[in-house]
């Protein structure tokens, strides 16, 4: 039978779970469940926009060879933002388009991927200054 103690640790490594993987500062529970649900709400929410975002810029583009990439690159305050969108997807666009990335020196902070019957990417990134400062990627 477990113990009240050995259930008790294992339910403070789970709330110490759940504040890491939500980025929560809070040291009760209950706050660590606030801001767990929080984080929740602000997920759904992004991905109500990226599912606008997509729709919109499926439903706006031209109809254009399903083999050309449509991209477009948008000047950020503080990098870049580039849409990559292919009305086919290709077996090893993903690496592709990740490679051309890196050989022009960016450095991808994030980026959301969809490969499913057609290819989409939206990535924010910097201009890598230094190589030895070059980040990982981080795929959504």
């Given at each position: 039978m477990v113990s009240r103690e050995q259930?008790?640790?294992s339910l403070q490594e789970k709330f110490q779970l759940l504040r890491s993987a939500t980025n929560s500062?809070?040291?009760s529970e209950?706050?660590?469940i606030m801001?767990?649900?929080?984080?929740i709400q602000n997920l759904k929410k992004k991905v109500e926009r990226l599912k606008e975002?997509?729709?919109a810029e499926q439903s706006s583009s031209e109809p254009t060879d399903p083999t050309t990439p449509m991209v477009k690159v948008e000047t950020l305050e503080k990098g870049f933002m580039i849409k990559v969108f292919l009305g086919e997807n290709q077996p090893g666009m993903l690496v592709s388009v990740l490679e051309a990335f890196e050989d022009m020196g960016l450095d991808v902070l994030?980026?959301?991927?969809?490969?499913t019957d057609s290819f989409s990417l939206h990535a924010m990134g910097v201009k890598v200054?230094?190589?030895s400062s070059y980040k990982h990627i981080c795929i959504h």
């Amino acid at each position: 039978m477990v113990s009240r103690e050995q259930n008790r640790a294992s339910l403070q490594e789970k709330f110490q779970l759940l504040r890491s993987a939500t980025n929560s500062h809070a040291q009760s529970e209950t706050s660590i469940i606030m801001d767990a649900s929080k984080y929740i709400q602000n997920l759904k929410k992004k991905v109500e926009r990226l599912k606008e975002d997509t729709a919109a810029e499926q439903s706006s583009s031209e109809p254009t060879d399903p083999t050309t990439p449509m991209v477009k690159v948008e000047t950020l305050e503080k990098g870049f933002m580039i849409k990559v969108f292919l009305g086919e997807n290709q077996p090893g666009m993903l690496v592709s388009v990740l490679e051309a990335f890196e050989d022009m020196g960016l450095d991808v902070l994030e980026a959301r991927v969809s490969c499913t019957d057609s290819f989409s990417l939206h990535a924010m990134g910097v201009k890598v200054i230094n190589k030895s400062s070059y980040k990982h990627i981080c795929i959504h």
